[in-house]
């Protein structure tokens, strides 16, 4: 079974800029689909992020896009989310996932922000933005 450990949150003011990172241990970046997730206070968990094992194909929440960006790191086996013009609306705990390995061959041609996809969760890091 595979570690992920995100690092980065913080408390930020609305307009701010925040890069979570999501260490990963017993999986390969390059191999497997990766996605963020967020789940704020009294709501469902959301996909944020998500990208195929080849790096080429992200996906987006409508509420993010323009303002976060995943990537990746293969050397590092790291995965990012850089997050600009950050909002109150994105405060949440922001977690980071890996793909099943059984769907490597669907996560090589395109990804998915659908926790049916991720059988591999990081222990989740606080994000809060003030207004």
């Known amino acids: 079974q595979g570690q992920l450990v995100e690092s980065g949150g913080g408390s930020v003011q609305a307009g701010g800029s925040l890069r979570l990172s999501c260490a990963v241990l017993g999986y390969t970046v390059s191999s497997n689909c990766m996605g963020w997730f967020r789940q704020a206070p009294g709501k469902q968990r959301e996909g944020v992020a998500s990208?195929?094992?080849?790096?080429?194909?992200?996906t987006y929440d409508d509420s993010v896009k323009g303002r976060f960006t995943i990537s990746r790191d293969t050397g590092k086996n790291t995965v990012y989310l850089q997050m600009t013009n950050l909002k109150p609306e994105d405060t949440a705990v922001y977690y980071c996932?890996?793909?099943?390995?059984?769907?490597?061959?669907?996560?090589?041609?395109?990804?998915?922000?659908?926790?049916?996809?991720?059988?591999?969760w990081g222990q989740g890091t606080q994000v809060t933005v003030s207004s």
């Open positions: 996932a890996a793909g099943s390995p059984k769907l490597a061959g669907i996560c090589s041609r395109s990804s998915s922000r659908s926790s049916s996809w991720y059988n591999a």
């Open positions: 990208i195929s094992s080849g790096g080429d194909i992200k």
